[in-house]
């Protein structure tokens, strides 16, 4: 059904009508047309009239004013007299439902607004005469244009400070970047007027607090504000050193999901935990003599780091044994790539040579390590790789997309999806591949998390690689990082993913083809000893590793 606002040339004056088109299937250029209100007054004093919509006539050539009885709702056209005051003046004719429903050639008006409709046709004339058709025009486009702004826009009506205007921008990334549209269920406009109307915001903690405030409301401990000075920390933790003890934490899941703490996600080799025997599953119950059991895990990194030479005390939780320990931080080097050539013992000058490459951090150096690595060991005859990515809690998502890169010919990486279900695809057409024909194997544990299973995930989908360990942390979300104007920052949650055969491995994990053993070591030294000696309890032999 279609409605415009012309003019009708039925009588010597013009005045509004309404042109009514019924996209009636059966019969599509089947028109009524509405006559014109000056034309519907019979010109007695006692003005009877035809009820105004109600009575139509076809858009032809039929000038007769006439209404076709097939019009005549309820008896209403039939003498029916109107005894208002000519002065009285309806306030209001615009209702939002349907004026007009026109099915099988038959009009029918909502009882509710024929009363409304008598009223204001009644005292049509007067109006007419008084105000022109082009300044009535002229009121309805700008209603509507004001109705239009309102809505859409509803921007507060009071004047912005500085202070504002950041917890806006703060608002308008989350707006833009979050993968939850429904915002956890709540209106996030509504949220956004509310905050800047009732929430001090006089000074800059004040509206970093503000902020905080929000993200709380999404309930996802993945998106969170980073002060200036932690957005920074953020930044070089992914480009070459921290300042601290070389843990990786994260919330319990699996086995350890009703732990009373956080998680031990990885230790950095050499770093100072890792010196002290930490490893990944260790629960940490306190910090500096504070809780872990409500503490989010960034309140938790934070805690952590400090100055170069600073001692910060744990309390770590390992099956029936507590420890407490004093460690020293220091700067941890992220150097995300190790590598060694193992020879196995059979075979003389001609024996296999398995190629072992570290992985422990997606930082903006690991594609081009990894890719330096394959070319050294190359040069030394490897003819089968060992990946491991045990311990490896993730990094920088571009950069496990361009790892998979690397080892893949063909294939889809992996999918981003929303809430509405895939909205991107990373896939490789082998431009990028370095070594997508020797045998390769995939070491994984409950350490492997974020960029690491992307990877993993990857890798086993394809058939490219076996995995050999434990299921993988399960940490099946995407956050991006994006900087405020004043040099604060926000972590935003923008997707989850799904590996290449559409499994989501968020608390799940990726799980392995096959066990290792329990005692597999996890430096490249010891590894390398369990491959040359079959006597060793942790002995893997090469058939098996690279078994599809």
């Known amino acids: 059904m279609e409605a415009l606002l012309g003019s009708s040339h039925s009588s010597a004056s013009v005045s509004p009508s309404f042109i009514i088109t019924s996209s009636y299937r059966r019969n599509p250029t089947f028109a009524f047309k509405v006559l014109s209100w000056n ?9 009877q009239l035809y009820p105004p919509i109600l009575c139509l006539k076809k858009s032809g050539n039929d000038n007769s004013g006439s209404c076709s009885p097939l019009c005549y709702i309820e008896q209403m056209c039939r003498n029916r007299m109107f005894s208002q005051p000519n002065w009285r003046h309806s306030k209001i004719f615009i209702d939002k439902q349907p004026l007009l429903v026109i099915q099988n050639g038959l009009a029918f008006l909502p009882r509710k607004l024929k009363t409304s409709f008598r009223k204001t046709v009644k005292h049509s004339e007067i109006f007419r005469n008084i105000v022109p058709d082009i300044f009535v025009r002229s009121c309805i486009g700008l209603m509507l244009v004001m109705a239009v702004n309102a809505a859409v826009v509803k921007a507060p009506s009071f004047a912005l400070t500085e202070e504002n205007l950041l917890f806006l921008e703060a608002w308008r990334t989350i707006d833009r970047a979050y993968i939850d549209k429904t915002f956890n269920g709540q209106s996030w406009f509504r949220y956004r007027e509310d905050a800047l109307r009732n929430e001090p915001m006089n000074t800059r903690q004040e509206t970093y607090a503000a902020i905080k405030k929000m993200i709380a409301t999404l309930d996802d401990p993945f998106t969170r504000f980073l002060e200036p000075e932690k957005f920074k920390s953020l930044r070089s933790g992914t480009q070459n050193a921290l300042t601290g003890v070389g843990l990786s934490i994260g919330y319990p899941t699996g086995k350890t999901e009703s732990a009373p703490g956080l998680v ?86 001609d024996a296999p040579q398995i190629g072992y490459i570290k992985l422990s951090t997606f930082n903006q150096n690991a594609s081009g390590a990894v890719r330096e690595a394959i070319e050294a060991l190359r040069k030394n005859n490897v003819n089968a790789f060992v990946l491991d990515l045990r311990d490896n809690s993730g990094g920088l998502f571009p950069e496990g997309v361009e790892i998979a890169k690397i080892w893949l010919n063909k294939g889809v990486i992996v999918y981003i999806c929303d809430s509405r279900g895939v909205r991107d695809i990373y896939d490789t057409d082998g431009s990028n591949v370095v070594a997508a024909s020797e045998p390769l194997a995939v070491l994984v544990n409950k350490g492997t998390a974020s960029a690491s299973e992307i990877l993993a995930g990857a890798l086993k989908d394809n058939k490219r690689a076996q995995l050999f360990g434990e299921p993988t942390y399960g940490k099946g979300k995407i956050q991006s990082v994006f900087q405020l104007s004043d040099g604060s920052g926000l972590a ?25 053993p329990a005692s597999f070591p996890k ?19 090469r058939v098996e590793l690279f078994s599809k």
Do not use: W
């Open 523 to 541: 430096d490249d030294e010891s590894f390398c000893n369990c491959l040359q000696n079959p006597a060793f309890a942790c002995h893997i032999n």
């Open 39 to 47: 034309s519907l007054y019979s010109g007695s004093n006692n003005s």
């Open 264 to 349: 031990v996600v990885s230790a950095s080799p050499g770093g100072p935990a890792n010196r002290a025997g930490i490893s990944s599953g260790d629960i940490i119950l306190e910090i500096d003599n504070t809780s872990t059991e409500n503490m989010g895990i960034y309140d938790a990194a934070e805690r952590l780091q400090g100055p170069e030479g600073s001692v910060v005390e744990l309390t770590v939780h390992r099956g029936s044994e507590t420890r407490n320990l004093q460690l020293i931080r220091e700067k941890v080097s992220l150097n995300p790539v190790k590598s060694r050539i193992c020879k196995l013992p059979t075979g003389g000058d």
């Open 492 to 516: 935003v949650t923008v997707a989850r993913y799904e590996t290449p055969a559409h499994n989501d491995i968020d608390k799940v994990g990726v799980i392995p083809d096959h066990p290792l």
